[in-house]
Structure formats: structure tokens, C-alpha cells
């Protein structure tokens, strides 16, 4: 069980690097998708970040 809720973690913990990814690419200029795009895609991912850290936690506390 420890094996999925560290799987669970790892995920968590790469949707949240995306979202810091696409947020700070709002930030270059002449940036390719538009910046409305990178803001939902940066907002999409963090919220499954989140998400997954939430669950991640929860397995974990009734281990």
C-alpha cells in the first residue's frame, strides 16, 4: 500500500512542477499558446496536484 501512496505523491507532486511551468511561462513575452490558455492549464494542473496531494494524505493517514 505504501508503494501506491508514494505513486500517488509522485503525481501529485508532478502536476503541481506543470502548473509552476505554465505559470511562469505567462510571464515571457511572445509566448505561444496564449496567455488565457497557459492560465487554465496552470490552474488545471495545480487544482490535480492538489488533488492528488489530498488523496495522497488521506490514504496515508489510514494506513
Not at 515571457?28 to 488565457?36: L, N, R
Amino acid at each position: 500500500m505504501s508503494g501506491v501512496t508514494a505513486g500517488i505523491f509522485t503525481i501529485g507532486t508532478l502536476l503541481i512542477a506543470g502548473g509552476v511551468h505554465f505559470y511562469l511561462a505567462i510571464k515571457k513575452p511572445g509566448v505561444y499558446p496564449p496567455k488565457y490558455i497557459l492560465k487554465r492549464r496552470a490552474a488545471a494542473f495545480a487544482a490535480g496536484g492538489i488533488g492528488f496531494m489530498l488523496l495522497g494524505v488521506i490514504m496515508h493517514s489510514f494506513k
